[in-house]
């Protein structure tokens, strides 16, 4: 693969960029969390009005045509800044599976108006192995669907969330509107700040029209999500950690200890280089998974595989950064503890790196 970026890539990440600089400040992210959760609804216009959310959506719904790998791009940058805007949730994994895999009527209703900021989707997925907590019944010719969604990002403030739920038959993707009837949305607070939905449904009445994609592509649809979501994560924690190791390189050049700036200790000198390798890694290994998804090729263990690195890379860098920064690293009002703790989020949602390990084993093990 080539992992040159290309034009477009480039320039939707440096559009992405300016808006973040000029929005996301320490006084503005202070302004958003004392609010109550990690969105800021001026951002998110922004980035409606330069036309980042629609970048990557069809022409026909008023993107550009752009793909997986400038959402990427976009994702690294929102890491960078530890940016309150849900893109992954509602552009990535929302509009781009409606319009994927939906009807015209439900790309027109969802993923248009997503891509112009007006609408929240999102999607709620497993956080480790094994098959969604939600369970959908058929009857008289719809669907009954129980159970229980864990930490569905933006889940409180979606207008649209795509649900997995599993049927004797495999697992389908329904389409829960808000407000829904016999639905419970109860907040759940997140590590970084944010605010994610704990969904209880108890007998829930869908029509077959709410299956994304129909019955028979249920399981396209949901293995689409989840690699998506995975690789999403990867970017996001791309841009973390490459923002942390900025942070504390700039730091250790400047703190003196011993007459000596303390990045001229071996010890220090040797983790940061460490950290270096480590965000390289992620790096890489987060570009090849993205690329293969693009492309349409098998990429189960590559996807499984950023994840891991952004998972046990991520780890010590984010411990990194906060060692080097010595007390000053774990004050909450100091800019690095923003990256740690989104850095720890990013490790552990969708499945750490034990996790990862084992799908790369179980995939491993089919091939032979």
């Known amino acids: ?22 929005r996301v400040t320490q006084d503005r992210l202070r302004e958003v969390e004392a609010a109550g ?28 045509g752009l793909g997986l790998l400038e959402q990427c791009s976009v994702l ?57 907590a939600v369970t959908a019944e058929e009857a008289g010719g719809g ?23 599993l049927t004797a038959h495999g697992v389908l993707v329904f389409l829960l509107e808000r407000p829904g009837s016999r639905v419970t949305w109860a907040p759940q ?31 396209q649809v949901a293995d689409w999500l989840a ?5 999403g994560l990867c970017a996001l924690q791309l841009g973390i950690v490459e923002r942390a190791l900025e942070l504390t390189s700039a730091y250790a050049k400047t703190r003196v200890q011993f007459d000596r700036p303390i990045g001229s200790f071996q010890a220090v000198a040797g983790r940061l280089a460490d950290a270096y390798i480590d965000v390289e890694a992620v790096r890489l290994t987060m570009w090849q998974a993205a690329w293969r998804l693009a492309t349409g090729l098998p990429a189960e263990t590559e996807v499984a595989t950023a994840k891991f690195w952004a998972a046990d890379a991520g780890h010590r860098v984010a411990h990194t950064a906060v060692h080097i920064h010595g007390g000053v690293g774990v ?21 750490g790196a034990t996790a990862q390990l084992r799908r790369v084993g179980a995939a491993l093990a089919r091939a032979h």
């Open 143 to 165: 669907w009954r669907l129980s159970g229980t969604a864990t930490a569905v990002p933006a889940g409180l403030r979606a207008d649209l969330t795509l649900l997995p739920a």
């Open 331 to 351: 004050d909450a009002d100091y800019p690095v503890h923003r990256y740690f703790v989104a850095a720890k989020r990013a490790e552990f949602e969708l499945g």
């Open 1 to 22: 693969m080539d992992f040159i970026l290309s034009e477009g890539q480039n320039e939707l990440a440096a559009l992405t960029r300016r808006i973040l600089a000029d």
């Open 189 to 219: 607070h997140l590590v970084d700040g944010d605010i994610a939905a704990r969904l209880e449904l108890d007998d829930v009445e869908f029509r077959s029209e709410s299956v994304l994609g129909g019955p028979q592509r249920g399981a």
């Open 227 to 231: 690699a998506r979501a995975t690789v």
């Open 76 to 132: 690294a940058e929102i890491g960078r800044a530890v940016a309150p805007a849900p893109y992954l949730a509602s552009i990535v994994l929302g509009a781009g599976a409606m319009a994927r895999f939906g009807t015209p009527g439900q790309r027109k209703q969802w993923a248009e108006p997503a891509g112009r900021g007006e609408l929240i989707l999102t999607a709620a997925l497993a956080e480790e192995e094994g098959a969604p």
């Open 37 to 64: 959760d990690r969105f800021d609804p001026a951002l998110w216009a922004d980035l409606a009005a330069a036309g980042v959310l629609a970048a990557a959506l069809p022409e026909d719904l008023g993107g550009a």
